[in-house]
C-alpha cells in the first residue's frame, strides 16, 4: 500500500514560470495507472501554482522550496535528493507522461532489475526511435553508445533512487549521461513515455548545450571512441540545426546570435568532427565558429535548397574548388566533391539575393545580387535579364519585364528591374492572389532562370505596397503587397485594403463560408463523392467483370505491356515490332504506367486502370506482357494470353518462395487464377521449365520453347561481332555521347525491396570511386532496377551516365563492353554476347539466405563472383588478361540458361499470333 514514506516512482519537476505547463505535467502525474507516484516540485521561491496543488492532494504532492535563485540543474539535484520513489523520474513543466508511463518504466526496471529504464518520447529524432525499436537490456555501453553520445536520455527516463548517490559530479552535465554512465544494467522499452516536449530553438538553445557538452566530454575523458562520437553528434544534432536556423533571422539577430554562440562553441568543434561532415555542413559549422553571420545565412540557404550556390567559389592550382577566394587555402572550405567544376554555367542552381526593394513613384524597384562562382563570366559574354512574374498555383499567366541595369561586378552580377505591377499587370482579383517573380538572366542567349532570396528587412511592408487594378474590379483586392515567403523568396500579394474591398471580401467569406456555403457544400461533396466512387477501382473492377468482359472480340486488337506499364521495352516490344516489320494489320495498345514518354507514336495509348486500359483489354485477341496484367482482371474467354516473362530465375519464383508458403488459402487462390490466366509461357532453357513453370504450376502444353524476344537482338549482336567486329558501336554510343576509346562497363543490380519512404536506394557500389579510377578510359552505366530509383553523386563529365531511364535495356546490352551485376536476371541475358561478365554481390551470402535460390552462383557463374569494392577495381584494372580465364565457364553459362535463345523468338511469337489470328 502507498504511503507518504514510500512510493514506486517519484517524478521531480522543475517549476518555472509556465503555470499551466506545471498543471498538465502534475495532472499528468495524477493520472497515472502505477497508482504509488508522486510528483516532487522544486521552487526557486514562493510559487503559488506549486503551493496550490500540494495543498489539492499532500498525499502524493510535495514542494522543495531552494530558498534562492539557483541553476535549474541544482534545483533539479535538490528535487533528486528530496525523492522517496524506488525510482525517479525528471519531467520538465509542460511535459505530460504517457497514462501507463510509470507502469511501464517501473516494470521493466523490476523485470529486468534495472538501474536506469528508458522509454521513447514524442517528436524524437529517426535514431531515438531505432534505439527503442525494441526491449532489450544493456550492461555495456558500446552497445547502445547513443544513450551518451547522444542526448538520448533529455526525457523519458526513470533511475533508481540507489544509484543516485553514485552520480558522478559534473557541473551541467547531462543527468542522463551522468545516470547512463553510474548504471550497471540499462533497460530500454519501445512504450511512449512522454509527450508535450516543448519545441526546440537551436539558436537559443545551443549556449546551454554548449555548457552540458563540456561537462559531458570530462565525464568521458579516457573513452576516445565515446567522446569521439560525443563530438561528432554534437554537430550533427545541435550546430548544424542552429546553422539552418539562421535562414529567417533578420540582419541584427544574426550578427548578434553569431557573436554570442561563436564564443560558445570555443573549443568545441575538433578539426576530425568538422572534417567528417558533408561539405555544406561543415563549412556552415565553421563560420558559425568564425562568427560570419551573413556567410552562415548562405550556407543555412545551401542546406534547404541542396545544390545552390550560395559563394563565390574559386579553384586552386591543384584543381580543388574552395567556397570563396577568403578561404582558397583552407582545406575545411573545400567542395570539391560537388562537382560544381563539372557544370556549366546555365546548369547550375544559383543564389540570387533582394538587396533593395521599394516602391518609387508608380513602379517596385527591386535590386538584387547573383552569386556567379569559378569565375565563369570572366570573359565578358552578352548579359540581358529580365523579371518573370508568375502566378502560383500553375496556372499559365506571366508578365515579363526587361530589366534593363544587369552588369557584372565583383565578381557576381548585380541588376536593377522596375515593375509597373499598377499599370502592366492587371489579376482577375480572384484565384490569382500571390504572383512569384524569379530573374532570367540570358547568357550568350542561354537562359537561366533565379529564385530570389530576401530578408524581411529588406522588403519594408509600408514602403513597398503598389495600388493594384483587378479585371473584377478593386473590390475584389486593391493593393499589391510585396512580402517574403516562408522559405525567404520575395512575392507579391494581391490583398484588400481600403474599406470598400475589406467589405465586399468580408461578404465572400461569409458566402462561402456561412450559411450559403453549408447548403451548397452537401450537395457539392455528394456529387465528388459520386464522381469518385465512378472512377474507383472497385466499381471499374465490377464493370470490367460484368459487362466488359463479355463485348464481343475485336479481330487483331493486341494490348501491349511492359514491367506493368513502366516502359516500352523487353520482350513485348521485340514481339510489337516484328509485327510492325511484317505488316500483319493487327492494332496494337500499349498501356503506360505513369507518363507516355518513350513509347511507340504509331501505337494507341492507354493509361493503366483507366477505362480506355479496361475496354482494350477485355476486347483484346491476345495480352501480351512480360510481367502480369492486372491480377484481379480475369482474361475474356476469346482472349489468348502470351506470357513473355522478365527473366530466368536465380531466386525463388512463385509458390516456391518462403513467403508464398505462409499465405492463406484466398491468396494462394489469387495467384494461383492469375497464372492460370496464362495460355503460353515463354521459356529460353529446361532450367525455365525446372523453376519457373513448375513454381508457378504451369503445364507442359502451355510452354512455348523459343527463347526470349528481347534476346533476338543479342544474337544478332553476338553474331555480328563474330563477322564484323565491335566497331562502329551502336547509334546508342553517339547519343550518349561515349567515344570509341572508351570502355563501356553497364552496371544493373538487383531489385533489393522498396526503401523506406523518403529515402533514395543505395547502390552497393561506389561510382565516385569507380569515376576517380577509371574515368580517363571507362564510361559507367548506372540502370537501376525498374522498381528502384537511385542517387547518383556529381562526377567528371563522360564518366558516370545514369541509363534508368531508357526503355530498353537490350540497347545497353548490346552496347556494353562489361556488365557488373550482383545475382540480377540480367546475367542469363549478357552471357549470350560471350563479353565480361563480374558479380558485385557483397550480400550474395545474406540474400540466399533470405530469399533462397535454385544453384549456387559462386559455383556456376559465368564470371568473377566478388565481395567489396577494392577487389572489384582491381578485377576490373586487370580484367583484359583476366577474362580468358572466364571464357569457357561463361560459354557453358550461356549454353545452359540460354539454349533456346537461337534469334527467333520475336519471329516465333509473331507466328503465334498471326496463326491464331488467321
Given at each position: 500500500?502507498?504511503?507518504?514514506?514510500?512510493?514506486?516512482?517519484?517524478?521531480?519537476?522543475?517549476?518555472?514560470?509556465?503555470?499551466?505547463?506545471?498543471?498538465?505535467?502534475?495532472?499528468?502525474?495524477?493520472?497515472?495507472?502505477?497508482?504509488?507516484?508522486?510528483?516532487?516540485?522544486?521552487?526557486?521561491?514562493?510559487?503559488?501554482?506549486?503551493?496550490?496543488?500540494?495543498?489539492?492532494?499532500?498525499?502524493?504532492?510535495?514542494?522543495?522550496?531552494?530558498?534562492?535563485?539557483?541553476?535549474?540543474?541544482?534545483?533539479?539535484?535538490?528535487?533528486?535528493?528530496?525523492?522517496?520513489?524506488?525510482?525517479?523520474?525528471?519531467?520538465?513543466?509542460?511535459?505530460?507522461?504517457?497514462?501507463?508511463?510509470?507502469?511501464?518504466?517501473?516494470?521493466?526496471?523490476?523485470?529486468?532489475?534495472?538501474?536506469?529504464?528508458?522509454?521513447?518520447?514524442?517528436?524524437?529524432?529517426?535514431?531515438?526511435?531505432?534505439?527503442?525499436?525494441?526491449?532489450?537490456?544493456?550492461?555495456?555501453?558500446?552497445?547502445?553508445?547513443?544513450?551518451?553520445?547522444?542526448?538520448?536520455?533529455?526525457?523519458?527516463?526513470?533511475?533508481?533512487?540507489?544509484?543516485?548517490?553514485?552520480?558522478?559530479?559534473?557541473?551541467?552535465?547531462?543527468?542522463?549521461?551522468?545516470?547512463?554512465?553510474?548504471?550497471?544494467?540499462?533497460?530500454?522499452?519501445?512504450?511512449?513515455?512522454?509527450?508535450?516536449?516543448?519545441?526546440?530553438?537551436?539558436?537559443?538553445?545551443?549556449?546551454?548545450?554548449?555548457?552540458?557538452?563540456?561537462?559531458?566530454?570530462?565525464?568521458?575523458?579516457?573513452?576516445?571512441?565515446?567522446?569521439?562520437?560525443?563530438?561528432?553528434?554534437?554537430?550533427?544534432?545541435?550546430?548544424?540545426?542552429?546553422?539552418?536556423?539562421?535562414?529567417?533571422?533578420?540582419?541584427?539577430?544574426?550578427?548578434?546570435?553569431?557573436?554570442?554562440?561563436?564564443?560558445?562553441?570555443?573549443?568545441?568543434?575538433?578539426?576530425?568532427?568538422?572534417?567528417?561532415?558533408?561539405?555544406?555542413?561543415?563549412?556552415?559549422?565553421?563560420?558559425?565558429?568564425?562568427?560570419?553571420?551573413?556567410?552562415?545565412?548562405?550556407?543555412?540557404?545551401?542546406?534547404?535548397?541542396?545544390?545552390?550556390?550560395?559563394?563565390?567559389?574559386?579553384?586552386?592550382?591543384?584543381?580543388?574548388?574552395?567556397?570563396?577566394?577568403?578561404?582558397?587555402?583552407?582545406?575545411?572550405?573545400?567542395?570539391?566533391?560537388?562537382?560544381?567544376?563539372?557544370?556549366?554555367?546555365?546548369?547550375?542552381?544559383?543564389?540570387?539575393?533582394?538587396?533593395?526593394?521599394?516602391?518609387?513613384?508608380?513602379?517596385?524597384?527591386?535590386?538584387?545580387?547573383?552569386?556567379?562562382?569559378?569565375?565563369?563570366?570572366?570573359?565578358?559574354?552578352?548579359?540581358?535579364?529580365?523579371?518573370?512574374?508568375?502566378?502560383?498555383?500553375?496556372?499559365?499567366?506571366?508578365?515579363?519585364?526587361?530589366?534593363?541595369?544587369?552588369?557584372?561586378?565583383?565578381?557576381?552580377?548585380?541588376?536593377?528591374?522596375?515593375?509597373?505591377?499598377?499599370?502592366?499587370?492587371?489579376?482577375?482579383?480572384?484565384?490569382?492572389?500571390?504572383?512569384?517573380?524569379?530573374?532570367?538572366?540570358?547568357?550568350?542567349?542561354?537562359?537561366?532562370?533565379?529564385?530570389?532570396?530576401?530578408?524581411?528587412?529588406?522588403?519594408?511592408?509600408?514602403?513597398?505596397?503598389?495600388?493594384?487594378?483587378?479585371?473584377?474590379?478593386?473590390?475584389?483586392?486593391?493593393?499589391?503587397?510585396?512580402?517574403?515567403?516562408?522559405?525567404?523568396?520575395?512575392?507579391?500579394?494581391?490583398?484588400?485594403?481600403?474599406?470598400?474591398?475589406?467589405?465586399?471580401?468580408?461578404?465572400?467569406?461569409?458566402?462561402?463560408?456561412?450559411?450559403?456555403?453549408?447548403?451548397?457544400?452537401?450537395?457539392?461533396?455528394?456529387?465528388?463523392?459520386?464522381?469518385?466512387?465512378?472512377?474507383?477501382?472497385?466499381?471499374?473492377?465490377?464493370?470490367?467483370?460484368?459487362?466488359?468482359?463479355?463485348?464481343?472480340?475485336?479481330?487483331?486488337?493486341?494490348?501491349?505491356?511492359?514491367?506493368?506499364?513502366?516502359?516500352?521495352?523487353?520482350?513485348?516490344?521485340?514481339?510489337?515490332?516484328?509485327?510492325?516489320?511484317?505488316?500483319?494489320?493487327?492494332?496494337?495498345?500499349?498501356?503506360?504506367?505513369?507518363?507516355?514518354?518513350?513509347?511507340?507514336?504509331?501505337?494507341?495509348?492507354?493509361?493503366?486502370?483507366?477505362?480506355?486500359?479496361?475496354?482494350?483489354?477485355?476486347?483484346?485477341?491476345?495480352?501480351?506482357?512480360?510481367?502480369?496484367?492486372?491480377?484481379?482482371?480475369?482474361?475474356?474467354?476469346?482472349?489468348?494470353?502470351?506470357?513473355?516473362?522478365?527473366?530466368?530465375?536465380?531466386?525463388?519464383?512463385?509458390?516456391?518462395?518462403?513467403?508464398?508458403?505462409?499465405?492463406?488459402?484466398?491468396?494462394?487462390?489469387?495467384?494461383?487464377?492469375?497464372?492460370?490466366?496464362?495460355?503460353?509461357?515463354?521459356?529460353?532453357?529446361?532450367?525455365?521449365?525446372?523453376?519457373?513453370?513448375?513454381?508457378?504450376?504451369?503445364?507442359?502444353?502451355?510452354?512455348?520453347?523459343?527463347?526470349?524476344?528481347?534476346?533476338?537482338?543479342?544474337?544478332?549482336?553476338?553474331?555480328?561481332?563474330?563477322?564484323?567486329?565491335?566497331?562502329?558501336?551502336?547509334?546508342?554510343?553517339?547519343?550518349?555521347?561515349?567515344?570509341?576509346?572508351?570502355?563501356?562497363?553497364?552496371?544493373?543490380?538487383?531489385?533489393?525491396?522498396?526503401?523506406?519512404?523518403?529515402?533514395?536506394?543505395?547502390?552497393?557500389?561506389?561510382?565516385?570511386?569507380?569515376?576517380?579510377?577509371?574515368?580517363?578510359?571507362?564510361?559507367?552505366?548506372?540502370?537501376?532496377?525498374?522498381?528502384?530509383?537511385?542517387?547518383?553523386?556529381?562526377?567528371?563529365?563522360?564518366?558516370?551516365?545514369?541509363?534508368?531511364?531508357?526503355?530498353?535495356?537490350?540497347?545497353?546490352?548490346?552496347?556494353?563492353?562489361?556488365?557488373?551485376?550482383?545475382?540480377?536476371?540480367?546475367m542469363f541475358d549478357y552471357a549470350l554476347l560471350d563479353r565480361p561478365l563480374v558479380h558485385f554481390a557483397p550480400d550474395l551470402d545474406a540474400y540466399t539466405a533470405d530469399r533462397g535460390t535454385y544453384f549456387d552462383l559462386r559455383e556456376r557463374a559465368g564470371g568473377p563472383v566478388i565481395e567489396t569494392?577494392?577487389?572489384?577495381?582491381?578485377?576490373?584494372?586487370?580484367?583484359?588478361?583476366?577474362?580468358?580465364?572466364?571464357?569457357?565457364?561463361?560459354?557453358?553459362?550461356?549454353?545452359?540458361?540460354?539454349?533456346?535463345?537461337?534469334?527467333?523468338?520475336?519471329?516465333?511469337?509473331?507466328?503465334?499470333?498471326?496463326?491464331?489470328?488467321?
Amino acid at each position: 500500500m502507498t504511503t507518504p514514506e514510500a512510493y514506486d516512482m517519484s517524478c521531480v519537476v522543475v517549476c518555472g514560470t509556465d503555470a499551466a505547463g506545471l498543471r498538465a505535467t502534475v495532472r499528468s502525474v495524477l493520472e497515472q495507472t502505477l497508482a504509488g507516484t508522486e510528483a516532487v516540485l522544486v521552487t526557486a521561491g514562493a510559487d503559488d501554482t506549486a503551493a496550490s496543488l500540494a495543498a489539492a492532494d499532500p498525499q502524493r504532492i510535495r514542494v522543495v522550496h531552494a530558498g534562492a535563485e539557483s541553476p535549474a540543474c541544482v534545483l533539479r539535484d535538490l528535487g533528486l535528493a528530496a525523492a522517496r520513489g524506488r525510482y525517479v523520474l525528471v519531467a520538465a513543466p509542460g511535459e505530460r507522461l504517457e497514462r501507463h508511463a510509470c507502469r511501464n518504466l517501473f516494470e521493466a526496471g523490476r523485470r529486468t532489475d534495472a538501474d536506469l529504464v528508458a522509454g521513447r518520447r514524442d517528436g524524437a529524432p529517426a535514431w531515438h526511435k531505432e534505439l527503442h525499436a525494441r526491449s532489450r537490456v544493456v550492461e555495456d555501453l558500446a552497445d547502445a553508445p547513443e544513450l551518451v553520445t547522444r542526448d538520448s536520455l533529455s526525457g523519458g527516463f526513470c533511475v533508481r533512487r540507489g544509484v543516485l548517490g553514485a552520480l558522478p559530479d559534473a557541473g551541467r552535465a547531462l543527468f542522463g549521461v551522468r545516470a547512463a554512465l553510474a548504471a550497471r544494467r540499462i533497460a530500454l522499452v519501445p512504450n511512449l513515455i512522454t509527450t508535450g516536449c516543448a519545441p526546440a530553438d537551436p539558436v537559443r538553445d545551443l549556449p546551454r548545450a554548449a555548457g552540458a557538452q563540456r561537462d559531458t566530454l570530462e565525464l568521458l575523458d579516457g573513452d576516445d571512441v565515446l567522446r569521439a562520437a560525443r563530438e561528432s553528434a554534437f554537430l550533427t544534432d545541435h550546430v548544424i540545426p542552429c546553422v539552418r536556423a539562421f535562414l529567417p533571422l533578420g540582419p541584427d539577430d544574426r550578427r548578434e546570435a553569431a557573436d554570442t554562440l561563436a564564443g560558445s562553441l570555443d573549443g568545441l568543434v575538433t578539426p576530425e568532427a568538422l572534417g567528417a561532415l558533408p561539405p555544406v555542413e561543415r563549412i556552415g559549422v565553421r563560420l558559425l565558429t568564425d562568427g560570419d553571420a551573413d556567410g552562415v545565412r548562405a550556407a543555412a540557404y545551401a542546406l534547404a535548397r541542396p545544390g545552390t550556390v550560395v559563394s563565390p567559389l574559386v579553384m586552386t592550382g591543384e584543381g580543388r574548388v574552395r567556397w570563396s577566394a577568403e578561404h582558397a587555402d583552407d582545406d575545411m572550405f573545400d567542395v570539391t566533391e560537388l562537382g560544381y567544376q563539372y557544370r556549366e554555367f546555365t546548369d547550375l542552381r544559383l543564389l540570387n539575393r533582394v538587396t533593395h526593394c521599394l516602391r518609387q513613384g508608380a513602379v517596385l524597384v527591386v535590386e538584387g545580387r547573383l552569386v556567379v562562382p569559378l569565375g565563369l563570366l570572366d570573359e565578358r559574354p552578352a548579359l540581358a535579364a529580365r523579371l518573370d512574374l508568375s502566378v502560383r498555383g500553375g496556372r499559365a499567366h506571366t508578365l515579363s519585364v526587361p530589366v534593363r541595369d544587369v552588369r557584372q561586378e565583383g565578381g557576381g552580377v548585380v541588376w536593377r528591374a522596375e515593375l509597373p505591377l499598377t499599370g502592366a499587370l492587371r489579376p482577375r482579383g480572384i484565384g490569382d492572389r500571390v504572383w512569384d517573380p524569379r530573374l532570367v538572366l540570358t547568357v550568350d542567349g542561354v537562359p537561366v532562370t533565379t529564385d530570389l532570396l530576401a530578408d524581411k528587412a529588406a522588403v519594408p511592408t509600408r514602403a513597398t505596397a503598389l495600388p493594384a487594378r483587378p479585371l473584377l474590379t478593386r473590390l475584389t483586392a486593391d493593393t499589391w503587397q510585396p512580402y517574403v515567403t516562408a522559405k525567404h523568396h520575395l512575392a507579391v500579394c494581391l490583398l484588400p485594403r481600403r474599406r470598400a474591398a475589406r467589405t465586399a471580401q468580408a461578404l465572400a467569406h461569409y458566402v462561402t463560408h456561412f450559411r450559403p456555403a453549408r447548403k451548397l457544400k452537401p450537395v457539392l461533396r455528394t456529387l465528388r463523392k459520386k464522381r469518385e466512387a465512378l472512377h474507383s477501382p472497385r466499381v471499374k473492377l465490377r464493370v470490367y467483370r460484368r459487362i466488359l468482359s463479355r463485348l464481343p472480340v475485336s479481330k487483331g486488337l493486341v494490348v501491349f505491356e511492359s514491367h506493368m506499364g513502366k516502359c516500352y521495352g523487353d520482350s513485348p516490344r521485340a514481339v510489337h515490332e516484328e509485327l510492325l516489320a511484317r505488316g500483319a494489320g493487327v492494332r496494337c495498345v500499349w498501356s503506360y504506367a505513369t507518363s507516355p514518354a518513350g513509347f511507340p507514336e504509331g501505337a494507341r495509348l492507354v493509361r493503366r486502370w483507366s477505362w480506355p486500359y479496361l475496354w482494350a483489354l477485355a476486347r483484346a485477341e491476345w495480352w501480351v506482357d512480360n510481367q502480369g496484367f492486372p491480377h484481379a482482371l480475369d482474361k475474356p474467354r476469346h482472349t489468348t494470353y502470351l506470357q513473355t516473362w522478365h527473366g530466368s530465375a536465380y531466386k525463388r519464383m512463385g509458390f516456391d518462395e518462403a513467403r508464398h508458403r505462409t499465405m492463406n488459402a484466398p491468396e494462394r487462390e489469387r495467384l494461383r487464377r492469375a497464372v492460370g490466366r496464362f495460355d503460353h509461357f515463354m521459356v529460353r532453357s529446361e532450367h525455365d521449365v525446372r523453376t519457373l513453370a513448375r513454381a508457378y504450376r504451369i503445364p507442359e502444353e502451355r510452354l512455348l520453347r523459343a527463347g526470349y524476344p528481347r534476346n533476338d537482338r543479342l544474337v544478332e549482336a553476338l553474331r555480328r561481332d563474330e563477322r564484323e567486329g565491335r566497331f562502329p558501336r551502336p547509334p546508342l554510343a553517339t547519343e550518349l555521347g561515349i567515344p570509341d576509346h572508351r570502355t563501356v562497363v553497364l552496371y544493373a543490380p538487383t531489385f533489393r525491396g522498396v526503401p523506406k519512404k523518403g529515402q533514395i536506394a543505395q547502390l552497393p557500389l561506389d561510382v565516385k570511386e569507380f569515376a576517380q579510377r577509371f574515368g580517363d578510359t571507362h564510361v559507367l552505366l548506372v540502370r537501376a532496377h525498374y522498381m528502384e530509383a537511385a542517387s547518383l553523386p556529381v562526377t567528371p563529365p563522360g564518366t558516370v551516365v545514369d541509363v534508368s531511364g531508357h526503355h530498353d535495356v537490350s540497347e545497353l546490352l548490346v552496347l556494353a563492353d562489361v556488365l557488373i551485376t550482383d545475382y540480377s536476371s540480367i546475367m542469363f541475358d549478357y552471357a549470350l554476347l560471350d563479353r565480361p561478365l563480374v558479380h558485385f554481390a557483397p550480400d550474395l551470402d545474406a540474400y540466399t539466405a533470405d530469399r533462397g535460390t535454385y544453384f549456387d552462383l559462386r559455383e556456376r557463374a559465368g564470371g568473377p563472383v566478388i565481395e567489396t569494392q577494392e577487389e572489384l577495381l582491381r578485377t576490373l584494372g586487370g580484367l583484359k588478361k583476366a577474362d580468358g580465364e572466364w571464357q569457357a565457364a561463361r560459354r557453358a553459362f550461356a549454353a545452359e540458361f540460354g539454349s533456346y535463345d537461337d534469334g527467333g523468338a520475336a519471329r516465333a511469337a509473331a507466328d503465334l499470333i498471326l496463326g491464331k489470328k488467321g
